[in-house]
């Protein structure tokens, strides 16, 4: 008997609180910003989280065009096999798991050495601590999920229009500056990296298609996507260019890269230590509420994959007659995935932040990029049947091309500008390791695919099929006494 996603449960502004939330702007603002400038010395990055932005929402229509009419919460992995074929599919979903929860599980190591420099302790305590949390939050209902993210996207936006404020409200030298948004000053050595910063920071925007099958409007998720990229683009480009103005454009990397620098709370204190108090406080919700969203998103990729056969199928269980609340399967087998990699991590003694969270997140970044540049791909490639009878060239030709252009772009930027963000030496071959994990992901996934047609071509024929049909599943009937 097939089994489903419980269906109209998650509205257009629900679709754009979890891609918005994954972002996290508090984790940005807090440490992606000043990471930025430190690293780099860039001072165009206003600028460069402009462009990028762009970038990301063009990659972003194919995507969501191809979302929207496929259906399917495993995105990627619906996606290329309707439009580039069953066994880029499989590769897709692959890498997708690989990418996602990358970047979910680098987020422990943030939250843990959070949590231990302010209140003592081993940050893989803490961090155990919040796999549990997360856990048991992923196995509810996706509503009471949406509402949490809600209120701690809600306030770390507030604390980002006030860190704004306190950024312009005194600038450095006696009026505002616009050199970071001066076109020139991306004419430097350190752009690259800027660019592969950047990405990272948009990492999750691309959530809203993995939950279609749920979606009261499956239009929406396009919205919520595009419209979410464009508006974190506006809001981390004010972000950084209020930092640059209340420490002066010039002096902003210098200051950034100082041993125990917090440039974010010596700007917030300027309005009076309570900010940074608070702002404190909404950066441990928002790394928890980021890490809850990619666990739902990685969740339904698992009990997707089960229920076509991809996946053991046992993972695609419903805990409620055969529609699924909560893919609870899928969630389950992220909790325990996680579980070992930060045991991992803790047993191997690396640093959580400069190690775990910056080599998995950098991992997750480019892995989702290079996805999305597939999408572009399979949104060209895909046949009349997919498209629809409906298809608009803008959605379907020109912004997929111009995304591939663009894409491309930024992928051949941030591979050869990952080093900085890695540590790693200059000339040293470490960081090509990373783009080499995320084919060797994809070549697993296409040699499952080969398995599956030679050994059974039932589950084979059936890859990247969508949303089974409304009246092939039945709802669930609940009975309030």
């Not at 464009?230 to 950034?256: N, T």
């Not at 890490?291 to 996946?311: D, N, P, Q, W």
């Amino acid at each position: 008997m097939q089994v489903a996603l419980a269906r109209r449960t998650m509205t257009p502004a629900g679709l754009w609180v979890f891609g918005a939330a994954a972002s996290a702007p508090m984790v940005v603002l807090a440490g992606g910003i000043p990471a930025i400038y430190a690293t780099t010395g860039v001072i165009a990055v206003p600028l460069t989280f402009v462009l990028v932005a762009g970038a990301v929402a063009l990659l972003a229509v194919g995507y969501t065009a191809m979302a929207r009419q496929v259906g399917h919460p495993a995105a990627y992995y619906g996606i290329l096999a309707q439009g580039l074929g069953r066994g880029w599919g499989v590769a897709g979903g692959v890498v997708a798991l690989l990418a996602y929860n990358a970047i979910q599980i680098s987020l422990y190591g943030l939250f843990g050495a959070t949590l231990a420099a302010q209140l003592g302790g081993s940050w893989w305590v803490w961090a155990g601590i919040a796999v549990a949390l997360v856990g048991v939050l992923g196995v509810r209902a996706i509503v009471l999920s949406t509402r949490a993210l809600a209120v701690v996207l809600a306030v770390s936006l507030l604390v980002v229009a006030v860190f704004v404020v306190a950024g312009v409200g005194r600038p450095a030298d006696g009026g505002l500056s616009w050199a970071g948004f001066d076109a020139s000053g991306l004419m430097v050595g350190g752009v690259g990296g800027a660019v592969a910063f950047c990405v990272a920071a948009f990492t999750g925007i691309d959530a809203p298609g993995s939950f279609v099958e749920e979606a009261v409007d499956r239009r929406a998720v396009g919205r919520a996507t595009i419209f979410g990229a464009l508006v974190l683009g506006g809001v981390y480009a004010a972000a950084a260019w209020a930092m640059g103005v209340a420490v002066g454009p010039s002096a902003v990397a210098e200051l950034a890269a100082q041993p125990d620098s917090d440039l974010t709370s010596v700007i917030l204190e300027r309005l009076g230590s309570g900010w940074v108090a608070v702002a404190s406080v909404v950066l441990i919700f928002a790394i928890v509420t980021s890490k809850l969203s990619f666990h739902s998103v990685i969740a339904r990729y698992v009990f997707a994959m089960a229920r076509e056969g991809v996946l053991p199928t046992g993972l695609a269980g419903a805990d409620s007659g055969t529609r699924v609340t909560a893919p609870r399967g899928g969630s389950l087998t992220q909790t325990a995935t996680a579980s070992v990699v930060v045991a991992g991590f803790a047993v191997a003694g690396v640093d959580p932040v400069t190690q775990m969270f910056t080599w998995l997140s950098s991992l997750g970044a480019l892995g989702l990029l290079c996805l999305l540049l597939a999408a572009s791909l399979a949104a060209l490639a895909a046949p009349a049947r997919v498209r629809g009878a409906r298809a608009r060239a803008w959605q379907w030709r020109v912004a997929p091309v111009m995304a591939v252009f663009a894409g491309s772009v930024v992928l051949v930027a941030m591979v050869g500008n990952v080093g900085p963000l890695l540590g790693a030496a200059p000339g040293s071959l470490f960081p090509l390791l990373l783009p080499a994990i995320v084919g060797a992901a994809a070549a697993v996934g296409g040699m499952w695919a080969a398995h599956l047609r030679q050994a059974r071509p039932d589950v084979y024929a059936g890859i990247g099929r969508g949303t089974p049909a409304t009246n092939a599943v039945p709802d669930a009937i609940h009975v309030s006494i």
